[in-house]
């Protein structure tokens, strides 16, 4: 079984950053396929970022295009986010999810989870 544990939530002003870290252990973190998820308040759960096992491919959603950045350090067998010029939309409690083989923006097709960071933009 394939553990995460996520870090690095908080309180941030509109425009700032904040790096989110997902430490994983139990698995072949070299073969899984990593993803960042989050969940708005009241809204269901989005697709916000992912890398591939080697780190050469990411994907992200349009709202995280040009200012967030996903990577990874297989020898430390974590992962990160890279959020910056944060607004209002971006709160949520952001969660890290693997899973081997293919890269899929689906959440139900991930059966590895972190129990989930907080992150609040205040304007």
């Known amino acids: 079984q394939v553990q995460l544990v996520e870090s690095g939530g908080g309180l941030v002003q509109a425009g700032g950053s904040l790096r989110l870290s997902c430490a994983a252990s139990g698995g072949t973190f070299s073969r899984l396929v990593m993803t960042w998820f989050r969940q708005p308040p009241g809204k269901e759960r989005e697709f916000v970022a992912a890398v591939s096992w080697g780190g050469g491919r990411t994907v992200y959603s349009e709202s995280a295009k040009g200012r967030f950045v996903i990577s990874r350090d297989n020898a430390e067998d974590t992962m990160y986010l890279q959020m910056n010029s944060l607004n209002r939309e971006d709160t949520a409690v952001y969660y890290c999810?693997?899973?081997?083989?293919?890269?899929?923006?689906?959440?139900?097709?991930?059966?590895?989870w972190g129990q989930g960071t907080q992150v609040t933009v205040s304007s």
């Open positions: 999810a693997a899973r081997y083989f293919d890269l899929v923006r689906d959440a139900g097709e991930y059966e590895f």
